[in-house]
């Protein structure tokens, strides 16, 4: 993403409201959380798990401190208003992105570029509600201007994330995919 591209906040604004109807379509339906995700490791619950847990601990590194990845806790099986929660904290996401200088300098102890850092956020919120879309069978069409600034970042951080295991080999997809559908397959999706 360039300096003059869309603010982090703003984007983030756009994919969760991707996003959150997705969580909400899963919310209502317990059968769904066993179901597998594209994400081999997860199925619905876990990542729904770790997708809370990304929107949380991005407002930390938002605000310059480190976040606690160490643990997953179960959000879902907190309470039946999980989704309700979940679009609160996507709220406070965009606000702590959205703060005087959340772009600016390193963020947390990841020692990256904060911008480089609430992309990462977007990446998390726009892939895993197609994951999770698609591994329940809802309609998914991420937002436009997320996509477009996302294909930068994801070419770039590909090789760092596929040695550490967060990104699959990336997979050939035809010349008529979309941008979505390439920036999937980078990360090791088949679209």
Same mark, same amino acid.
């Given at each position: 993403m360039t300096e003059s591209a869309n603010r982090i906040s703003d &984007?983030?604004?756009?994919?969760? %409201?991707?996003?959150?109807?997705?969580l909400r379509g899963i919310a209502g339906d317990e059968q769904l959380l066993t179901v597998r995700t594209p994400c081999a490791e997860y199925d619905v619950r876990a990542l729904?798990?770790?997708?809370?847990?990304?929107?949380?601990? #991005?407002?930390? &590194?938002? %605000?310059?401190?480190? %976040?606690?990845?160490?643990? *997953?806790?179960?959000?879902?099986?907190?309470?039946?208003?999980?989704?309700?929660? #979940? *679009?609160? *904290?996507?709220?406070? &996401?965009?606000? %702590?992105?959205?703060a005087p200088g959340a772009e600016e300098g390193t963020s947390g102890a990841m020692g990256l570029p904060a911008r480089t850092v609430g992309a990462m956020a977007l990446l998390d919120l726009t892939v895993h509600a197609w994951d999770l879309a698609r591994a329940t069978g809802m309609a998914f069409e991420p937002a436009? *201007?997320?996509v477009e600034g996302l294909v930068p970042v994801v070419e770039k951080l590909a090789p760092m994330a596929r040695e550490m295991k967060v990104f699959g080999e990336a997979v050939e997809v035809g010349e008529s995919a979309t941008d979505f559908e390439r920036m999937l397959a980078m990360t090791g999706r088949l679209p």
């Open positions: &984007l983030l604004d756009v994919a969760a %409201a991707r996003a959150v109807p997705v729904v798990n770790h997708l809370f847990q990304v929107v949380v601990q #991005f407002q930390a &590194l938002a %605000a310059k401190r480190d %976040a606690d990845f160490s643990a *997953e806790p179960d959000y879902v099986g907190e309470g039946a208003d999980w989704a309700d929660r #979940f *679009e609160a *904290e996507t709220r406070r &996401l965009v606000a %702590a992105w959205g436009p *201007e997320a």
